[in-house]
């Protein structure tokens, strides 16, 4: 299957926006503002819509769609233990800030890989 540089850069930005969705969930956890400042129903529907989109687009490669899939559930799964427990957990605080730790480097290097597909467009 060959795709081409346009589905390469369409593929790397819906991962950039995933992880983009999963880092403001977090950030809703802990941050109160950032909760009342962006609506729950939002944010739920533009990161199930990506996420669903990539599950789609990574059905070629069944390990890497489960180990994102893996990694999305984990993540949401801390975000809700977060919601019920409190953010004065000092375990629960510290899985969020080594998660967003992991997707803000992923974030950075796939934007930056974003950004070199659509310069050779």
Same mark, same amino acid.
């Given at each position: 299957m060959s795709i081409s540089s346009t589905d390469q850069t369409e593929i790397a930005a819906a991962l950039v926006r995933l992880y983009v969705f999963l880092t403001q969930y977090l950030d809703r956890c802990t941050d109160e503002a950032a909760r009342k400042g962006y609506p729950d129903s939002e944010l739920q529907m533009h990161l199930d819509e990506t996420r669903r989109q990539l599950m789609e687009i #990574?059905?070629?490669?069944?390990?890497? /769609?489960? /180990?994102? @899939? %893996?990694?999305? %559930?984990?993540? #949401?799964?801390?975000?809700?233990?977060?919601? /019920? #427990?409190?953010? %004065?957990? @000092?375990? $629960?605080?510290?899985?969020?800030?080594?998660?967003?730790?992991? #997707? /803000?480097?992923? $974030?950075?290097?796939?934007? %930056?890989?974003? @950004?070199?597909?659509? @310069?050779l467009a």
């Amino acid at each position: 299957m060959s795709i081409s540089s346009t589905d390469q850069t369409e593929i790397a930005a819906a991962l950039v926006r995933l992880y983009v969705f999963l880092t403001q969930y977090l950030d809703r956890c802990t941050d109160e503002a950032a909760r009342k400042g962006y609506p729950d129903s939002e944010l739920q529907m533009h990161l199930d819509e990506t996420r669903r989109q990539l599950m789609e687009i #990574l059905s070629v490669n069944p390990v890497v /769609k489960r /180990k994102l @899939a %893996d990694e999305c %559930d984990r993540i #949401l799964h801390l975000g809700a233990s977060c919601l /019920k #427990l409190g953010a %004065d957990d @000092a375990k $629960t605080r510290e899985a969020i800030q080594a998660e967003r730790a992991v #997707l /803000k480097s992923k $974030t950075i290097a796939l934007s %930056d890989l974003v @950004a070199v597909y659509r @310069a050779l467009a």
